[in-house]
């Protein structure tokens, strides 16, 4: 089990590290692409390889902001209910993202082979690259919510038996 934790928290330093490069990158890139359009040397590329990095940017930088603290939801309203309530709101609310994150795998993997033969406009790279964002980062959501749910779980069984929940 350690040796799995320790896999998974490299992918994470990984995933991060990717996000961080890739915005970076998508920043500079725009940047440089408009100066190069003020003196006349447009840069056509730019904005298409911007483009794909935005979308993984997009989807893996929901699997981070996912890990690093729970989807936005009205507690306002949530906090009121009964504490037997709140976790059954719980594992329902992440049981639906969970079957939401399956369709886009489902349907975003025969979308990015279906994109294989279409090519950015200034990039000779398949469109593909972009579209498997969509499957990739719900794969990762997907692992980052079951485990959020056992982490959950596991605390109510701590709790349950009269320790303290980490």
Known sequence: MNVLKAIYHWYCVIEETIVAVFLAAITLLIFISALARAFG????????????????????????????????????????????????????????????????IRFGI???????????????????????????GAFAMLITIVLKLINKWNEKEIVSQGKEAI
Do not use: C
């Not at 996912?66 to 709140?86: M, S």
């Open 110 to 136: 025969p979308l990015s082979i279906e994109n294989s033969a279409r090519t950015f406009q200034a990039l000779t790279i398949s469109y593909s690259w972009a579209t498997m964002s969509v499957p990739v």
């Open 41 to 104: 040397s447009p840069i056509n590329w730019a904005a298409d390889f911007s483009m794909l990095l935005l979308a993984w940017v997009v989807f893996l930088g929901a699997d981070t902001a996912l890990r690093r603290a729970d989807f936005i939801r009205v507690d306002v309203l949530i906090r009121k209910l009964p504490q037997v309530v709140q976790k059954i709101l719980y594992y329902v609310y992440y049981i639906a993202v969970i079957l939401f994150l399956g369709l886009l």
